[in-house]
């Protein structure tokens, strides 16, 4: 049964990287198809990938609008397809792990630093991974405020280290290195941790397809 793993989409080729070492890294791990697909911007969208039986686990750090309404909406009414919850705070580990091996110190005020959303339950998300996570504070880069580079100004005279709530490099990251911290944690990328996340939500979605064919 296919293991659809689908993406926002991005037009920073370094995002597509990010996103086929996911996969390799997850096709390692089982012996069915593995394919990638995008919720929006690059092609293929989820609609053209998904041509059979499926389970479709969403790489989305949040269940903003792409997980609630343009996946479900491109995989129709198709009941060979199992759409899974998204990778969410499961990668909260791997956003730990980054920032160990930025150099946060013990003592420093961790801020998390999250793209933003229109969307009230992904901001809820990213604060419950912000608890999860121990960061004194959250800010956004884009669409939400208050914004990194405040958040970080708010806490001068301290050492400050930003966690990236971010899955792949692009213009986004790009500006955390102008935000003031001392200390920026890479994007989750394609985490070890990441990957068993994934992993395990396609494993149960499938017990649950073939429990009920």
């Known amino acids: 049964m296919k293991l659809v793993l689908a993406f926002h989409g991005t037009r920073d080729p370094r995002g597509a990287v990010v996103c086929d070492e996911i996969a390799s890294l997850v096709q390692a791990s089982v012996d069915v198809p593995v394919e990638v697909a995008y919720a929006d911007v690059r092609q293929p969208d989820v609609r053209s990938v998904v041509d059979g039986p499926c389970v479709v686990v969403p790489a989305f750090l949040a269940a903003g609008y792409h997980v609630r309404v343009d996946i479900p909406e491109q995989i129709g009414s198709r009941r060979d397809v199992v759409l899974t919850s998204p990778l969410g705070l499961g990668a909260v580990p791997a956003v730990r792990d980054r920032l160990r091996e930025a150099g946060v110190r013990r003592g420093d005020a961790v801020v998390l630093a999250a793209a933003g959303s229109s969307d009230a339950r992904a901001l809820a998300t990213v604060q419950r991974a912000a608890s999860l996570l121990g960061a004194e504070a959250v800010g956004y880069v ?45 994007p989750i990328g394609a985490h070890p941790l990441v990957v068993d996340v994934l992993l395990r939500k396609y494993y149960e979605a499938r017990a649950v397809l073939l429990q009920s064919a």
């Open 142 to 186: 884009a669409t939400a405020t208050p914004r990194v580079p405040d958040v970080v100004a708010g806490l001068r005279g301290r050492r400050v280290a930003v966690a990236s709530w971010l899955l792949a490099p692009g213009t986004f990251h790009g500006s955390l290195a102008e935000c003031g911290a001392d200390v920026v944690s890479a």
